[in-house]
């Protein structure tokens, strides 16, 4: 009996709009179990905040469908150099 009231009740309660409703024309909701601790896309250490970080901001790389890297805001495909033993590029002698 007590089962009954409670369910009765829930949908009625002004805080949950009963049946669920979509986002306002225009919005974008995206709905977590908690709060990020930061929005610093370079200093997050938990999920929520890497979600968000991924919808916020863009990224100079992507990865496609088959998950090779592209570029996503870079022109192109950042060129990798081998490294050569006794070489310095910090300036001339």
Not at 4 to 13: D, M
């Amino acid at each position: 009996m007590t089962w009954t009231r409670i369910a009765l009740a829930a949908p009625s309660s002004p805080r949950s709009p009963w049946p669920p409703s979509a986002a306002p024309q225009g919005k974008v909701v995206i709905a977590q179990g908690r709060r990020p601790d930061t929005l610093d896309p370079m200093n997050h250490q938990e999920t929520p905040a890497g979600n968000v970080c991924r919808n916020i901001f863009d990224t100079l790389l992507e990865r496609d469908p088959e998950l090779k890297m592209q570029p996503a805001l870079a022109r192109e495909m950042p060129k990798l150099v081998a490294p050569r033993c006794g070489s310095s590029s910090y300036g001339p002698a």
